[in-house]
């Protein structure tokens, strides 16, 4: 054993020091690189875009990439980019308020079938959406709602309420029921107990349910091309895909709208993440 | 007359207390519930209908009763048993990279360092851009012409000649697992992340003056704990890769010759493009007990793990 010591040593100070930076500084390279050389992509010219052998630095940074995309009239982005956030938006009011009350009304009252319905929105979590393109589909074109914000917005429920349930009803748990029974006590009745009370104090894990909700439907794309033909009713990741399918893949435009859909969901997701990654590992790590 | 002989009395209300407790608590349930109708149970139920039906979009004429002959097809499609059999090659290659790399991710985002908070910010954003800007960036990188792998590889003379990765029969399916990996990576970095950090410091400390190693710590004290968490994060990333084609769908439409084609994209195939309902309802009940199967075997694991632990 004592002849091993110093071995060991070594080895504890090398994982501590440089192969601790080494990793991070490859792990954080590995993660970023092609986001940088999308960024770069988008502020290069044509000329520099295609130039042979490869530029890799923009030597004349321009904007025009962004403005072509932007007012493009075959591929409008700035109607894709309002299109998603009307999209999301009303995705993420409608979902909240949903799983708000699903979410109290699982973690506050005993009655029968809650844990069956714990298991459906649980499964839920697991079904392919490619499952319910043809039978959604049928049932959109039968209500008269292709190429209409309403189907994209229904749709979107479907893989949105499930996960935002099991997060409310994380979140309320952890809330003691003593502050709402004293409450409804001076004379509130439930709904007013839940609005006065318990909504304030669950007020930053509602609002990581809500950008969840957001992100996740930015991300949805294939109800958004099934569901929309019209070219003005596409979502920013159905618009980049039919910007792809247009004759020849203009990757300048492309890139700028690569990098217009991505800003918003990055700096939503900084402001999310230690909640997120709180609601997302509760469950995991207890059982 | 006889509400002034019982006015003296509190008024016995018309639903008890308990009842009305309840029909609150169902009524706050109603919104969800009615979601959860429209969008899931009512088209897993068309879906399953649809299957038994010869269901053409665009031949109407044809609409009628075939019973199991989606299913007949199905066994008969070689396509299909091609696509389980890639799909097995997308999973397993996709979750098992993203696990080994995820874990030294976790184990390095753990350690004490400056500017911590923003280096986990960083290295998790591949994990949160919608699928299709992933799909695009990568397509991208991987041009044949233009993109900056072949041209990296090139100078660094690992390559004598361009190569078309997305369009090449042997080298698409590396590429799109590829894809998946750097985008899945951040996920179990996470997830293990959260289980290191549940785990008290004194049991390595206690390890540390017993004369432990790091390896001899990780092996006897890392792994034995986190080993429910590992359990739970493969699994749920198994069922979501199995059934995730935005990836696919967008980098090589399944293509060349159905390559990279998983059963989730020829699913989504039959649906979206050759708009024959009838067979992607068929493939989707396929989809549908390949999950459930799945789920039955990691619940009974699971079992087993709560009982050890």
Redesign the interface.
């Known amino acids: 054993?004592k002849r091993?010591?110093p071995a060991?040593e070594l080895?504890?100070r090398l994982?501590?020091g440089p192969v601790?930076w080494a990793?991070?500084i490859a792990?954080?390279a590995?993660?970023?690189a092609?986001?940088i050389?999308?960024l770069l992509?988008s502020l290069k010219s044509r000329e520099e875009?295609?130039a042979?052998?490869?530029a890799?630095l923009p030597v004349h940074p321009t904007f025009e990439n962004y403005v072509d995309a932007w007012t493009s009239p075959v591929t409008p982005f700035s109607r894709f980019f309002l299109n998603s956030l009307w999209v999301c938006s009303v995705t993420m009011v409608a979902t909240t308020?949903?799983?708000v009350?699903?979410g109290?009304?699982?973690a506050?009252?005993r009655?029968a079938g809650r844990d069956a319905?714990l298991l459906?929105?649980l499964?839920?979590q697991?079904?392919?959406?490619?499952?319910?393109?043809?039978?959604?589909?049928?049932?959109w074109r039968a209500l008269g709602l292709i190429d209409t914000y309403q189907a994209l917005i229904?749709?979107n429920?479907?893989f949105t309420?499930?996960f935002t349930?099991w997060m409310m009803v994380g979140y309320f748990s952890s809330i003691p029921r003593d502050l709402e029974e004293s409450a409804m006590i001076d004379g509130c009745n439930?709904?007013g107990a839940l609005c006065r009370v318990v909504l304030p104090l669950a007020a930053p894990g509602i609002a990581a349910t809500a950008i969840f909700a957001f992100?996740v439907s930015?991300?949805?794309?294939?109800f958004a091309?099934?569901f929309t033909t019209e070219t003005s009713m596409r979502t920013?990741?159905a618009g980049?895909?039919y910007m792809?399918g247009q004759y020849e893949v203009q990757?300048g435009p492309?890139?700028a709208g690569?990098v217009l859909?991505?800003v918003p969901?990055?700096i939503l997701?900084?402001f999310l993440?230690r909640h997120l990654?709180h609601g997302?590992?509760a469950g995991?790590?207890k059982? | 007359m006889t509400t002034v002989a019982l006015a003296g009395h509190r008024p016995r209300p018309l639903v008890s207390w308990r009842v009305r407790k309840l029909v609150v608590g169902y009524s706050y349930l109603v919104p969800a519930a009615l979601c959860m109708l429209a969008t899931v149970v009512v088209p897993i139920g068309m879906a399953i209908k649809m299957s038994l039906y010869h269901d053409v979009l665009y031949k109407p004429q044809d609409y009628r009763f075939i019973g199991l002959g989606n299913y007949v097809r199905l066994v008969q499609d070689p396509v299909f048993w091609l696509t389980l059999w890639n799909s097995v090659v997308w999973v397993f290659g996709s979750v098992l990279l993203q696990f080994l790399a995820g874990f030294a991710a976790a184990l390095l985002l753990q350690q004490a360092f400056r500017g911590r908070a923003l280096v986990r910010t960083l290295t998790l954003l591949p994990w949160i851009i919608p699928g299709v800007v992933v799909g695009l960036i990568w397509e991208w990188l991987y041009q044949p012409n233009y993109g900056v792998i072949n041209d990296l590889l090139l100078k660094a003379g690992w390559m004598h000649d361009r190569v078309a990765w997305l369009s090449s029969a042997d080298l698409a399916m590396p590429a799109v697992i590829f894809t998946n990996i750097w985008r899945g990576i951040p996920f179990f970095a996470i997830m293990l992340l959260a289980g290191l950090q549940a785990i008290p410091g004194e049991l390595y400390e206690a390890a540390h003056v017993d004369g432990a190693g790091v390896l001899g710590r990780f092996w006897h004290i890392t792994l034995p704990l986190l080993r429910p968490i590992i359990v739970v994060a493969t699994a749920t990333r198994i069922i979501w890769t199995f059934n995730y084609a935005d990836l696919i769908f967008v980098m090589t439409g399944g293509g060349p010759a159905n390559a990279t084609q998983i059963t989730s994209t020829y699913t989504l195939m039959q649906a979206y493009s050759n708009l024959d309902f009838g067979y992607a309802g068929a493939l989707s009940v396929v989809l549908l007990l390949v999950m459930l199967a799945f789920t039955a075997a990691y619940l009974r694991v699971t079992r087993g793990v709560e009982e050890v632990g």
Request: net charge positive.
């Open positions: 054993m091993r010591r060991a080895a504890e994982l501590g601790l990793g991070l792990l954080t590995f993660a970023l092609p986001f050389w999308m992509t875009l295609y042979t052998p490869l890799y308020a949903i799983s009350l699903a109290y009304a699982i506050r009252f009655f319905l459906v929105f499964a839920t697991m079904f392919p959406s490619v499952l319910l393109i043809a039978p959604l589909l049928t049932q229904y749709s429920f479907s309420v499930p349930v439930h709904f992100v930015w991300s949805e794309l294939l091309i099934s920013l990741s980049l895909l792809v990757w492309l890139s690569v859909s991505t969901v990055a997701f900084t993440q990654i997302l590992t995991a790590v059982g």
